[in-house]
Structure formats: C-alpha cells, structure tokens
C-alpha cells in the first residue's frame, strides 16, 4: 500500500533562517506531489504541485521555493524565512492519469512557527 | 479556474441532531468533487468523492452529499451527527482532465455539543 511521509512534525525557526521541508511517498511511481499550506481562517493554500521530477509548477509568489529530486520526494525550502511563513504544511500525492484513484492523500503535516 | 466556496465557518449542532454543511463551486470545465475531514493537528482525510454517475454518493460513517450540477453544489449532509463528528470539512474540486490541481474552500469547522 502507499504511504506519505512528511517530517518535521513541529518547527520552531528564527526570522531570517533558511528551511527545508522533506516529504516523501512510498508504495507508487511517477505520483504527482503536492505542497499545501493552511492558515486560519484561509483554507488549503495550493503552493507547489509536480507531475515529475524536475517539473514545478508555483501557484502563489511568495518567499519559498519546491524540489523534485527524485520521482517521490518533494521539498519545500526557504533561503530566509518571514513571519507570513508560519503555517501548517501539508505534503499530498495522486494518482496521474485513470479514473480510479482521484483523490489526493496527505500526509500528517508539520507546524511551522517563525519567531 | 476552479473555485470553491464554503460560506460557513463554523458550525455548532447538537448531538444527534441533523447537519449541512453547504458547498459550492464555479468551473468553466467538468470536475470531480471532494470533501474531506481534518482532525486537529492531523492531515486531512477523503470523506467521499464524486466522479460520474449517481449525483448521491455516501460514505461508510454515515455522511451523503449530493452533487447538483444545475446549483453548482455538493453540499454535505449527516441526519444525526456524534461528538465525533467535531472536525473540519473541507470541500475540494479538481477538472477531470490533466492539469491534476485540487482546490480547497476556505473550510468548515463542525462542532457537535453534548
């Protein structure tokens, strides 16, 4: 079976210090990935998704950037984080191509606090 | 584009009591439909799904939600809701050709009372 898996959990990270997001799936290939972030009040923000290694595609200008180094890791980064940064970020994957599996799976996200 | 609308923020309801919780969206193309749950701190889980065929699709905790392409709807509904229904909802869409985008309301937080 597929899983997600998303690390940290919690962050606590200065103004100004870079960061790095891993997630990573298991069980499927050439998945699309994924990353999200959710602040109060706003949703599910779409900020990055890949159909494949190297092919990002940013939906929201903004401080952080995406990687697809290999077919089923996906990283979010930030070369200086801001306050506006802090949020739950939450890692997903689907299915490309059938009608079968459509939905998207998340992984269990990582909280991050900028201070 | 898609979008996704979520009008109410948060909902209270009683104990076994009735709930809906409303959706609606706007594409110039066909989508498949979504709700999902997310518990605190969590990521999020499929509740259910609309693809094709019958607009009434349900799931295995008791939840039914029914699309409605004339209103431009999926509105989620449970005819009488527990303690542990207390979560957030989410509404999504993605077009069912391939640009594999999935777009989320802004969410609804169901809180069931005693």
């Known amino acids: 079976s597929q899983t997600i898996h998303q690390w940290p959990a919690t962050l606590v990270q200065p103004v100004g210090s870079p960061l790095s997001l891993e997630c990573t799936v298991e069980?499927?290939?050439?998945?699309?990935l994924y990353w999200y972030r959710q602040a109060a009040g706003r949703g599910l923000q779409l900020l990055f998704y890949?159909?494949?290694?190297?092919?990002i595609s940013s939906e929201v200008p903004q401080n952080l950037s995406a990687s697809r180094p290999q077919d089923r890791q996906f990283i979010l980064s930030s070369k200086k984080l801001l306050l506006s940064d802090s949020g739950f970020y939450l890692c997903a994957w689907s299915v490309q191509g059938g009608r079968g599996n459509t939905e998207a799976f998340f992984g269990q996200g990582t909280r991050l606090t900028v201070v | 584009a898609q979008s996704v609308t979520q009008l109410d923020s948060q909902v209270p309801v009683f104990e076994e009591a009735p709930v809906e919780l409303r959706c609606n969206y706007s594409s110039s193309v066909s989508v498949y439909l979504f709700w999902y749950v997310q518990y605190p701190n969590q990521g999020l889980q499929l509740l259910l799904k609309?693809?094709?065929?019958?607009?009434l699709v349900e799931s295995i905790n008791g939840f039914e939600a029914e699309f409605n392409k004339s209103q431009t709807s999926f509105h989620l509904r449970k005819p009488s809701v527990h303690i542990s229904d207390t979560a957030e909802y989410f509404c999504a869409v993605r077009d069912t050709s391939g640009t594999y985008k999935y777009i989320f309301g802004t969410g609804t937080r169901l809180k069931v009372l005693a």
């Open positions: 890949s159909v494949g290694i190297g092919q």
């Open positions: 609309y693809l094709s065929g019958s607009t």
């Open positions: 069980g499927t290939s050439n998945p699309n």
